[in-house]
């Protein structure tokens, strides 16, 4: 229970020392939906390990934003090759 406190105070100190630091979204009620898709080697190729089939994995991005502001966000490494 200990770091459980530890924890909760090093979060308060955060919150406290972060009060006027924040991200203002101003919604755009024109605009729609909007998704944006990457998908690259990000960083799983490296040219020592080419050989290895675990090593060519590729991460997929997007992002999905409504009104101009972001509502998920995701990043993963695909399981296929």
Sequence with gaps: MLS???A???IGRYFLGTQGKCIIFRPDIKSG???YVDSDFA???????A???DNVLS???FVIFYAKCP???ASR???EI
């Design 4 to 6: 459980h406190e530890k």
């Design 8 to 10: 909760m105070k090093r």
């Design 33 to 35: 939906l909007d998704c």
């Design 43 to 49: 960083d799983g190729w490296a040219k020592a390990d």
């Design 51 to 53: 050989d290895n089939p």
């Design 59 to 61: 991460r997929t991005v």
């Design 71 to 73: 509502l998920v966000w």
């Design 77 to 79: 490494i695909q399981t």
